[in-house]
């Protein structure tokens, strides 16, 4: 990337307007969209939806989207969580939102976490033993999995765990109206996330695994490994405070990139587990064309995701020495 | 591409593999509306019957021939990756290299606008433009190309930037070739295994998209669709239809996929010189 080449001021200056400017994309187009459309657009849109529409609030929704407040007054509704009234699901749309909102974050941070670091110590591991069967059957199973989309795994696992096997819910992140002490419920809600989260953990660990294998192998080449050895410190040491931390590098780049893509996986998991989250939130929302639902799912998590990648930009700034003494 | 990275390919089992799953589902997708034994739309069969002589893979809920769907289904998914992977390609490889080759200012708005759409989650733009002005698939595949090319522009114009400072291209330059001809002639062909990589790359994502789109009912229901297939299957679980009506879309969709990460993967392994030279020196 080119923004690496350039003084590390101006990188963290450059990623940063790059994230405001993405950021501000997205909220215009969710904000311009609907206006591009011909003719009536509330009756267009509902016709086809499972909610009828009393004439008020046909009249409530068109004023919501046809007024002529411009970008302004626009952004000031959004900062303020007025997003309007979902007719589908009989509640204020912020309130399904974040409602929704920590079920996915729970997923997707455990997901993250666990394949990122299984990936990372197995990459290292396997790019130390290169040319061994080891590392040849790592890699022929990382890319076998690879190949199977979220879709795939999830469905799978849930017709055969939960369905046939019934070791684990088929739906929800809780056990509905169970009033029991606070480890019960840790339990009850790790019972529900586990095959949500296997699903998403197959998904990940594989590509996470490759990026970090194949990061390793080039730094296992540096000059300064010959050194570590020639100084004769401990293979783990050599392994982990030499090589993995330059290893990791990359990993925490590509992440940010990979994210955005990630997302995808994560709403139709969510959908197959019938777990109550954005992902959920906004398949039901899609069934039912309730369009303010819609957009203010798009358009949050978008921005959630702009702020979790420039987070990272940060992080590799701390975990890069070569940038914060480069002042 | 030098012989010796056609050699290297031609024994590495991932690619191979990964070449003849391609070709044959290929194929299959190209071949499909004429082997259907029936028009997936033709309603008129016994709804949710299990397989028999005339039925190879049973009949849906609406009564429909489930082998003669998936066939469609798959050209369908195929049609929208290559559709998506063939725009990302041709506009990422041409904002590449002239960016690359003439730098300044052209060089800079390039890379600062791909830099934003990288930021952009591409399923949340397709989404939101699905669910507003529901348009035809092709429309959809371009836009998510239109989302996708910076990854590929930003590979081509990092190689771009390197071969400027080779010899024969400096030579060329010297010798009084114009920009058009350098490019022409010694950039874009000398680039040809990084199209490889990057193409490979956009139609799993696009495939991968157009499932988890058609998952999420984001498409004309009447269009076949892997991803919908799967959907539709999943509200009758308990039923006995896993393995003729819930499995084939899942096995082809997962091998389609898996072909083609085969293909990307291996490629980048044999082709990205990086990576070679560090797995050469590694083996004695």
């Known amino acids: ?327 | 591409m030098h012989g010796k990275t056609v050699k290297d390919l031609k024994h590495n089992p991932w690619f191979l593999t990964g070449l003849s799953l391609t070709g044959f589902f290929f194929v299959l997708a190209m071949v499909g509306p004429w082997v259907a034994p029936f028009s997936p739309w033709d309603i008129s069969f016994n709804p949710i019957s299990p397989p028999d002589g005339k039925h190879l893979l049973g009949v849906n809920d609406g009564g429909q021939d489930i082998l003669s769907e998936l066939l469609y289904a798959l050209r369908n998914t195929i049609t929208f990756g290559l559709l998506s992977g063939c725009t990302a390609l041709v506009s990422g490889v041409l904002t590449g290299v002239l960016s690359g080759w003439f730098g300044g200012l052209l060089d800079a708005v390039l890379m600062r606008i791909a830099d934003i759409l990288l930021a952009i989650p591409a399923i949340m733009i397709l989404i939101l433009t699905a669910a507003v002005f529901r348009p035809s698939p092709a429309f959809l595949a371009l836009i998510l190309a239109s989302i996708t090319w910076p990854t590929i522009s930003k590979a081509i114009r990092a190689q771009t930037l390197t071969l400027k400072n080779s010899l024969h291209v400096k030579a060329a330059f010297q010798m009084g070739a114009g920009s058009w001809y350098i490019i022409r002639h010694h950039l874009l062909p000398e680039m040809f295994p990084l199209y490889l990589i990057g193409f490979a790359a956009k139609i799993r994502m696009a495939m991968f998209m157009e499932a988890s789109l058609a998952f999420l009912g984001l498409f004309d229901p009447s269009r076949k669709s892997l991803g919908m297939m799967i959907s539709y299957a999943l509200n009758y679980y308990y039923l006995d239809i896993w393995w003729n009506w819930l499995m084939p879309p899942i096995l082809c969709l997962s091998l389609v996929i898996m072909a083609i990460t085969f293909l990307a993967i291996s490629l980048e392994d044999v082709l990205d010189p990086r990576l070679r030279e560090a797995v050469m020196e590694k083996t004695p």
């Open chain 1, 1 to 327: 990337m080119d923004i690496g080449q350039r003084h590390p001021k101006s990188r963290w200056l450059g990623a940063t307007a790059t994230f405001i400017a993405a950021a501000v994309a997205m909220i215009y187009l969710s904000y311009a969209l609907p206006r591009f459309l011909p003719g009536d657009f509330v009756t267009a849109a509902y016709s086809g939806s499972n909610v009828t529409l009393t004439a008020e609030q046909e009249d409530s929704l068109r004023s919501l989207y046809s007024q002529d407040a411009g970008f302004g007054s626009y952004l000031v509704r959004l900062f303020t969580l007025d997003w309007g009234y979902s007719h589908a699901f009989l509640a204020p749309v912020s309130d399904l939102f974040l409602g929704a909102l920590p079920w996915t974050l729970l997923l997707l941070g455990a997901a993250n976490l666990i394949s990122m670091f299984a990936g990372f110590i197995t990459g290292v591991e396997a790019a130390w033993r290169h040319g061994t069967r080891t590392e040849k059957s790592l890699i022929a199973g990382a890319m076998v999995f690879e190949g199977i989309p979220e879709i795939c795994t999830g469905v799978i696992l849930l017709v055969v765990f939960s369905l046939n096997l019934q070791w684990f819910p088929a739906a929800g992140a809780e056990t509905a109206y169970a009033n029991g002490d606070l480890l019960t419920r840790i339990i009850d809600i790790g019972h529900h996330l586990a095959l949500p989260l296997c699903t998403l953990v197959l998904a990940y660990l594989p590509g996470n695994f490759l990026l970090a294998r194949n990061s390793m192998m080039l730094v296992i080449k540096a000059p300064y490994m010959v050194t570590a050895r020639a100084k004769g410190l401990p293979p783990r040491r050599i392994r982990y405070a030499h090589a993995a931390r330059n290893a990791l590098l990359p990993v925490v780049t590509r992440f940010g990139l990979r994210l955005a893509f990630m997302i995808t996986g994560a709403l139709v998991v969510e959908k197959i587990n019938s777990y109550p989250g954005l992902g959920t939130l906004l398949f039901n929302a899609i069934q039912s064309r309730d369009l303010p639902v819609i957009q203010a799912v798009v358009l949050f998590s978008s921005l959630i995701v702009l702020t979790v990648i420039l987070g990272m930009e940060g992080l590799y700034r701390i975990i890069d020495p070569r940038i914060r003494h480069a002042r």
